[in-house]
Protein backbone atom coordinates (compact mmCIF):
# COMPACT_ATOMS: atom_id res chain seq x y z
CA UNK A 1 0.00 0.00 0.00
CA UNK A 2 1.41 3.42 -0.72
CA UNK A 3 -0.11 6.43 0.51
CA UNK A 4 0.31 10.49 -0.99
CA UNK A 5 0.67 13.27 0.36
CA UNK A 6 0.25 16.65 -1.48
CA UNK A 7 1.81 20.06 -0.58
CA UNK A 8 3.15 23.37 -2.30
CA UNK A 9 -0.34 24.41 -3.40
CA UNK A 10 -1.36 28.07 -2.77
CA UNK A 11 -1.94 31.02 -4.41
CA UNK A 12 -0.10 32.61 -6.89
CA UNK A 13 -0.76 35.64 -9.44
CA UNK A 14 -1.40 35.09 -13.14
CA UNK A 15 2.33 34.31 -14.77
CA UNK A 16 3.60 32.85 -11.76
CA UNK A 17 4.81 29.45 -11.18
CA UNK A 18 4.52 26.53 -8.17
CA UNK A 19 6.15 23.45 -7.38
CA UNK A 20 3.69 21.06 -5.55
CA UNK A 21 5.15 17.60 -4.29
CA UNK A 22 3.35 14.07 -3.74
CA UNK A 23 5.03 12.36 -1.17
CA UNK A 24 4.36 9.36 -1.22
CA UNK A 25 4.94 6.08 1.78
CA UNK A 26 5.71 2.47 1.40
CA UNK A 27 8.67 0.54 -0.37
CA UNK A 28 7.47 -0.15 -3.66
CA UNK A 29 6.91 3.17 -4.92
CA UNK A 30 9.31 3.22 -7.63
CA UNK A 31 7.27 0.66 -9.20
CA UNK A 32 4.49 3.19 -9.37
CA UNK A 33 3.25 4.89 -12.35
CA UNK A 34 2.18 8.50 -10.85
CA UNK A 35 0.06 11.55 -12.48
CA UNK A 36 -1.32 14.56 -11.53
CA UNK A 37 -5.12 15.40 -11.68
CA UNK A 38 -7.34 18.38 -11.02
CA UNK A 39 -10.69 19.50 -10.58
CA UNK A 40 -12.25 23.06 -10.85
CA UNK A 41 -15.12 24.20 -8.93
CA UNK A 42 -18.08 22.31 -10.54
CA UNK A 43 -16.24 20.54 -12.49
CA UNK A 44 -14.75 17.36 -13.37
CA UNK A 45 -11.52 15.42 -12.47
CA UNK A 46 -9.06 16.55 -15.17
CA UNK A 47 -6.04 14.67 -16.38
CA UNK A 48 -2.76 16.74 -16.28
CA UNK A 49 0.41 15.21 -16.38
CA UNK A 50 1.53 11.36 -16.06
CA UNK A 51 4.80 9.75 -15.29
CA UNK A 52 6.15 6.06 -15.97
CA UNK A 53 8.07 4.66 -12.78
CA UNK A 54 11.12 5.13 -14.16
CA UNK A 55 10.89 8.98 -14.83
CA UNK A 56 11.56 8.82 -18.27
CA UNK A 57 8.47 8.47 -20.11
CA UNK A 58 5.95 11.69 -19.52
CA UNK A 59 2.40 12.53 -20.81
CA UNK A 60 0.81 16.03 -20.49
CA UNK A 61 -2.52 17.32 -21.63
CA UNK A 62 -2.35 19.95 -23.95
CA UNK A 63 -3.95 22.85 -21.59
CA UNK A 64 -0.66 22.36 -19.69
CA UNK A 65 1.48 21.55 -22.06
CA UNK A 66 4.88 23.53 -22.36
CA UNK A 67 4.68 24.85 -18.62
CA UNK A 68 3.45 22.05 -16.39
CA UNK A 69 7.11 19.49 -15.91
CA UNK A 70 6.23 16.16 -14.35
CA UNK A 71 9.10 15.07 -12.52
CA UNK A 72 10.05 12.20 -9.75
CA UNK A 73 12.50 11.16 -7.47
CA UNK A 74 11.85 7.72 -6.43
CA UNK A 75 15.29 7.86 -3.71
CA UNK A 76 13.01 10.21 -2.18
CA UNK A 77 9.58 8.89 -2.60
CA UNK A 78 8.06 12.10 -4.22
CA UNK A 79 6.72 13.46 -7.48
CA UNK A 80 6.71 16.70 -8.24
CA UNK A 81 4.61 19.30 -10.42
CA UNK A 82 6.16 22.22 -11.39
CA UNK A 83 3.63 25.03 -12.77
CA UNK A 84 4.96 27.82 -15.00
CA UNK A 85 3.22 30.57 -16.40
CA UNK A 86 0.32 29.82 -14.26
CA UNK A 87 -3.43 31.11 -15.91
CA UNK A 88 -6.53 31.84 -14.01
CA UNK A 89 -7.95 28.95 -15.64
CA UNK A 90 -5.04 26.76 -13.74
CA UNK A 91 -6.92 27.25 -10.44
CA UNK A 92 -8.41 23.97 -8.44
CA UNK A 93 -7.91 21.58 -5.95
CA UNK A 94 -4.49 18.97 -7.64
CA UNK A 95 -4.76 15.72 -6.53
CA UNK A 96 -1.57 13.19 -7.11
CA UNK A 97 -2.26 9.42 -7.71
CA UNK A 98 -0.68 6.00 -8.34
CA UNK A 99 -0.74 3.00 -9.77
CA UNK A 100 1.42 0.03 -8.89
CA UNK A 101 2.76 -2.62 -10.53
CA UNK A 102 3.30 -0.89 -13.68
CA UNK A 103 5.22 -2.00 -16.89
CA UNK A 104 8.66 0.39 -17.63
CA UNK A 105 6.70 2.07 -20.47
CA UNK A 106 3.24 2.27 -18.80
CA UNK A 107 1.53 5.45 -17.54
CA UNK A 108 -1.82 6.46 -17.02
CA UNK A 109 -3.83 9.34 -18.42
CA UNK A 110 -7.73 8.39 -16.85
CA UNK A 111 -9.07 8.70 -13.16
CA UNK A 112 -10.65 4.93 -13.39
CA UNK A 113 -6.48 3.68 -13.88
CA UNK A 114 -5.36 4.62 -10.31
CA UNK A 115 -5.99 2.84 -7.24
CA UNK A 116 -4.12 5.33 -4.61
CA UNK A 117 -5.21 9.14 -4.54
CA UNK A 118 -3.58 12.16 -2.29
CA UNK A 119 -6.04 14.55 -0.40
CA UNK A 120 -5.41 17.62 -2.86
CA UNK A 121 -4.08 20.73 -2.36
CA UNK A 122 -5.61 23.99 -3.38
CA UNK A 123 -4.33 26.26 -6.33
CA UNK A 124 -5.47 29.60 -6.70
CA UNK A 125 -4.46 31.91 -9.54
CA UNK A 126 -5.27 35.71 -9.28
CA UNK A 127 -5.80 37.93 -12.52
Known amino acids: QVQLVESGGGLVQTGGSLRLSCAAS????????MGWFRQGAGKEHEFVAAINWSGGITEYADSVKGRFTISRDNAKNTVYLQMNTLKPEDTAVYYCAGRGGSHYYTYYTSTQDYDHWGQGTQVTVSS
Open 26 to 33: GRTFSSYA
